[in-house]
């Protein structure tokens, strides 16, 4: 039976000539679907609070990364004004962005934090405070704050500061004059980054729960006492988002770790792309702060409350209460991980683990073992993202103290984790390790592990190969798989690959692996026609894909013709979607789905029929011209037969068949949320897949 399906009616719309669905566009439809998650009122209120956060975070990113790219494009074009183009663009994203943030915040004040307070978790603003709050707060001000504060008075001795990106600050409107007779009429106050923006009152304060304030509200309350003898006429916090891509002439520089160093103290201090204030900001202060910035004012964004409301996360931390959470969750693990040797284990078969409703343990416990282990020789392992604190990266420092040969392919570039990789590559110099970093002009991607063990007369190889990060944190939460096995032939191409991107020498022809930017693109397309070719000899053909994005136009084009020719194509897509599918004579054989959840969908997996060959494929590539020509990503085929069936009724079939948290694509690039009809039951991939592999 069909799931009834719940229509939403588009903010914007695009030409209907147009075979592609603009990518801007498509990414804020994602941000609209995590928006819903907040609005579902049978989601814990902590949890819908937590959805807005990331709304937030995924805005900060889209202006930092998106929209600066956009306008950094037309600056290094020489423009002195933007392209009808590039405006019409601008002003597409504009709308769409503005209604996100209104919403976000009328959700925020209107609906969670009251039902918040229902339940005993307080924010107060200042005239919400009772005189017993007020006079604590005054004091931690007195206390904690002010003697960390400089407010800068703006005259020609101090023209309007460096103001660092996504940071709080202040702009002040003063009257009289200062203490040398003259009339300076605006300050600027930064607020201390050491100081937390979410401070918690004492518990005998609140008779009922727990009481919370915003540092910005401790800063408005206290504002004047800052500027003895002057009258504060007017003041707004802001914020200002900047450009966030770092570069480097990776050709040119000597030694790319230290000029990525130096790049990394410049990225505060980008260009600037967007300016949050408060929305009781005068316009003439907001005005002021746009010319100081060169913002356009489309890129004006006035809310009502935090800039930044991606701190409430603390608040979302510090609250211990179960029933405002999701129910706690325990990873389950395959019973024969449980006991015994890892690679005898591997030896006999192949491991695959779905993360996170199984646990990430074993992988690092693969390469504790493989520290330890005396037999071991050689541990080689890429590091995209791998954050601060990591037992993986231990292991790895352990083992080449131990003596044992490590390669480490760190990847510098990735976005916003460059200095914890700095860090990391740091360390594992200093202990003897081999470090490397990639390819110039690509990102290494890939997701690899690979253990070199003596055994007997010969050495042998066992291999972790994942869709997703070496990552403590994201394993936790982001859905992906990982295949560890000892396959002959397939870890010795993983041993190819390493040689590859160390040696820079050309890698060698691959029967297993596909590996961009070599020849992922063009396998993946030659498997799509190979199903067109099977359908239009009247045989059954099949593609099922799962991904975070599809932008790439060559495989949009090859996925056109193949519904044309008859296969049938189901698309788990989690964010930005250029395709357009339901078009009749272009795409009427093609769905999209896209799944938002508990759980941030994150595995690639790939499957093509074949004449019931069922050819399985998991990936750490998105089926974007990034990853198929920009990066070094890895597709590796599941070759045991169970293991397929695994991947298909875990990875592909429950995505399918959910009909709670999964909105369909439709031809005008809006999405309608899949509802159970009739006598159908509800059925949710995620906590499908939490019973099922959950401990």
Same mark, same amino acid.
């Given at each position: 039976?069909?799931?009834?399906?719940?229509a939403?009616a588009?903010?914007?719309?695009?030409?209907?000539?147009?075979?592609?669905?603009?990518?801007e566009?498509?990414?804020?439809?994602f941000?609209?679907?995590?928006?819903?998650?907040?609005?579902?009122?049978?989601?814990?209120?902590?949890?819908?609070?937590?959805?807005? +956060?990331?709304?937030?975070?995924?805005?900060?990113?889209?202006?930092?990364?998106?929209?600066?790219?956009?306008? @950094?494009?037309?600056?290094?074009?020489? %423009?002195?004004?933007?392209?009808?183009?590039?405006?019409?663009?601008?002003?597409?994203? !504009?709308?769409e +962005?503005?209604?996100?943030?209104?919403?976000?915040?009328? $959700?925020?004040? %209107?609906?969670?934090?009251?039902?918040?307070?229902?339940?005993?978790? &307080?924010?107060?603003?200042?005239?919400?405070?009772?005189?017993?709050?007020?006079?604590?707060?005054k004091?931690?001000?007195?206390?904690?704050?002010?003697?960390?504060?400089?407010?800068?008075?703006?005259?020609? @001795?101090?023209?309007?500061?460096?103001v660092v990106?996504?940071?709080? #600050?202040?702009?002040?409107?003063?009257?009289?004059?200062?203490?040398?007779?003259?009339?300076?009429?605006?300050?600027i106050l930064?607020?201390?980054? =050491?100081?937390? %923006?979410?401070?918690?009152?004492?518990?005998? $304060?609140?008779?009922?729960?727990?009481?919370?304030?915003?540092?910005s509200?401790?800063i408005?309350?206290?504002?004047?006492?800052?500027?003895?003898?002057?009258?504060?006429?007017?003041?707004?916090?802001?914020? =200002?988002?900047? #450009?966030?891509?770092?570069?480097?002439?990776?050709?040119?520089?000597?030694?790319?770790?230290?000029?990525?160093?130096?790049?990394?103290?410049?990225?505060?201090?980008?260009?600037?792309?967007?300016?949050?204030?408060?929305?009781?900001?005068?316009?003439?202060?907001? !005005?002021?702060?746009?010319?100081?910035?060169?913002?356009?004012?489309?890129?004006?964004?006035?809310?009502d409350?935090?800039?930044?409301?991606?701190?409430?996360?603390?608040?979302i #931390?510090?609250?211990?209460?179960?029933?405002?959470?999701?129910?706690?969750?325990?990873?389950?693990?395959?019973?024969?991980?449980?006991?015994?040797?890892?690679f005898?284990? *591997?030896?006999?078969?192949?491991?695959?683990?779905?993360?996170?409703?199984?646990?990430?343990?074993p992988?690092?416990?693969?390469?504790?073992?493989?520290?330890?282990?005396?037999?071991? =020789?050689?541990?080689?392992?890429t590091?995209?993202?791998?954050?601060?604190? !990591?037992?993986?990266?231990?292991?790895?420092i352990?083992?080449?103290?131990?003596?044992?040969?490590?390669?480490?392919?760190?990847?510098?570039?990735?976005r916003?984790?460059?200095?914890?990789n700095?860090?990391?590559?740091?360390?594992?110099?200093?202990?003897?390790?081999?470090?490397?970093y990639?390819?110039?002009?690509?990102?290494?991607?890939?997701?690899?592990? *690979?253990?070199?063990?003596?055994?007997?007369s010969?050495? %042998? &190889?066992?291999?972790?190969?994942?869709?997703?990060?070496?990552?403590?944190?994201?394993?936790?939460?982001?859905?992906?798989?990982?295949?560890?096995?000892?396959?002959?032939?397939?870890?010795?191409?993983?041993?190819?690959?390493?040689?590859? $991107?160390?040696?820079?020498?050309?890698?060698?022809?691959?029967?297993?692996?596909?590996l961009?930017?070599?020849?992922?693109?063009?396998?993946?397309?030659?498997?799509?026609?190979?199903?067109a070719?099977?359908?239009?000899?009247?045989?059954?053909?099949r593609?099922?894909?799962?991904?975070?994005?599809?932008?790439?136009?060559?495989?949009?084009?090859?996925?056109?013709?193949?519904?044309?020719?008859g296969v049938?194509?189901?698309?788990?897509?989690?964010?930005?979607?250029?395709?357009?599918?339901?078009?009749?004579?272009?795409?009427?054989?093609?769905?999209?789905?896209?799944?938002?959840?508990?759980?941030?969908e994150?595995?690639r997996?790939?499957?093509?029929?074949?004449d019931?060959?069922?050819?399985?494929?998991?990936?750490s590539?998105?089926?974007?011209?990034?990853?198929?020509?920009?990066?070094?990503?890895?597709?590796?085929?599941?070759?045991?037969?169970?293991l397929?069936?695994?991947?298909?009724?875990?990875?592909?079939?429950?995505?399918?068949?959910?009909?709670?948290?999964?909105?369909?694509?439709?031809?005008?690039?809006s999405y309608?949320?899949?509802?159970?009809?009739?006598?159908?039951?509800?059925?949710?991939?995620?906590?499908?897949?939490?019973?099922?592999?959950?401990?």
């Amino acid at each position: 039976m069909s799931a009834k399906i719940k229509a939403v009616a588009p903010v914007l719309t695009l030409p209907s000539t147009n075979i592609y669905l603009n990518r801007e566009l498509s990414q804020l439809a994602f941000n609209r679907r995590v928006l819903a998650q907040a609005e579902d009122a049978t989601l814990p209120l902590l949890e819908r609070l937590r959805y807005l +956060c990331i709304v937030s975070s995924n805005l900060d990113e889209f202006f930092e990364v998106r929209i600066a790219s956009l306008l @950094a494009h037309d600056r290094m074009e020489g %423009r002195k004004s933007e392209p009808p183009a590039l405006t019409a663009a601008l002003e597409r994203t !504009s709308i769409e +962005c503005h209604q996100l943030v209104e919403r976000q915040y009328e $959700l925020l004040n %209107r609906d969670i934090l009251p039902q918040l307070s229902e339940k005993g978790v &307080h924010l107060l603003r200042h005239h919400e405070r009772n005189d017993a709050q007020r006079a604590w707060v005054k004091e931690y001000f007195d206390r904690e704050v002010r003697p960390l504060l400089t407010p800068i008075a703006l005259d020609p @001795a101090h023209p309007f500061p460096q103001v660092v990106n996504k940071s709080l #600050n202040f702009i002040v409107e003063l009257s009289g004059k200062d203490a040398f007779g003259r009339g300076t009429g605006i300050a600027i106050l930064k607020a201390p980054r =050491v100081l937390p %923006r979410v401070i918690r009152l004492p518990d005998h $304060l609140s008779t009922n729960g727990v009481v919370f304030c915003l540092l910005s509200s401790v800063i408005h309350a206290h504002i004047a006492d800052l500027f003895t003898g002057r009258e504060v006429v007017a003041y707004s916090q802001f914020r =200002v988002t900047r #450009n966030s891509d770092l570069w480097v002439d990776e050709e040119e520089v000597k030694n790319l770790r230290q000029a990525l160093q130096s790049e990394l103290q410049s990225r505060q201090f980008g260009f600037a792309v967007r300016l949050e204030v408060a929305r009781n900001c005068p316009p003439h202060l907001a !005005s002021f702060l746009l010319e100081q910035f060169s913002i356009d004012k489309s890129r004006l964004y006035a809310v009502d409350g935090p800039v930044n409301m991606v701190r409430l996360l603390e608040l979302i #931390n510090s609250v211990q209460q179960p029933i405002l959470h999701f129910p706690a969750f325990q990873p389950g693990l395959p019973q024969t991980l449980v006991d015994g040797d890892m690679f005898a284990l *591997l030896r006999k078969r192949d491991v695959l683990l779905h993360h996170p409703f199984q646990s990430f343990q074993p992988i690092v416990e693969f390469i504790r073992c493989a520290a330890l282990d005396p037999n071991v =020789v050689a541990i080689k392992q890429t590091i995209y993202r791998t954050g601060m604190n !990591s037992s993986l990266m231990e292991s790895l420092i352990i083992a080449a103290q131990r003596g044992k040969e490590v390669t480490v392919i760190v990847e510098l570039m990735a976005r916003f984790d460059e200095e914890a990789n700095i860090n990391w590559a740091e360390r594992l110099e200093r202990v003897g390790a081999q470090v490397v970093y990639g390819v110039v002009g690509l990102k290494t991607h890939a997701k690899l592990a *690979l253990v070199l063990r003596r055994e007997a007369s010969e050495l %042998r &190889h066992y291999a972790h190969l994942g869709t997703g990060n070496y990552h403590p944190t994201t394993t936790k939460f982001y859905t992906d798989f990982g295949l560890l096995t000892a396959h002959p032939a397939l870890t010795a191409e993983v041993n190819e690959v390493f040689i590859h $991107l160390t040696s820079l020498t050309k890698p060698k022809k691959l029967n297993y692996l596909w590996l961009a930017p070599f020849d992922l693109q063009k396998e993946i397309i030659r498997a799509i026609r190979n199903e067109a070719a099977i359908a239009r000899e009247g045989r059954p053909a099949r593609i099922i894909a799962k991904m975070n994005a599809l932008l790439d136009e060559s495989v949009i084009r090859a996925l056109y013709a193949a519904s044309a020719d008859g296969v049938k194509i189901d698309l788990i897509v989690r964010g930005a979607c250029a395709l357009r599918p339901g078009v009749p004579h272009l795409s009427e054989n093609i769905r999209v789905r896209s799944i938002v959840g508990r759980f941030l969908e994150h595995s690639r997996i790939y499957f093509f029929r074949n004449d019931r060959k069922n050819d399985v494929y998991l990936a750490s590539a998105d089926w974007m011209n990034r990853n198929l020509f920009r990066r070094v990503e890895v597709a590796f085929p599941v070759l045991d037969p169970k293991l397929k069936r695994q991947v298909i009724a875990q990875g592909l079939n429950p995505y399918l068949k959910d009909n709670t948290n999964s909105w369909e694509l439709v031809s005008d690039g809006s999405y309608r949320k899949r509802k159970p009809i009739g006598k159908q039951r509800a059925f949710c991939a995620q906590q499908y897949l939490a019973q099922t592999l959950g401990a």
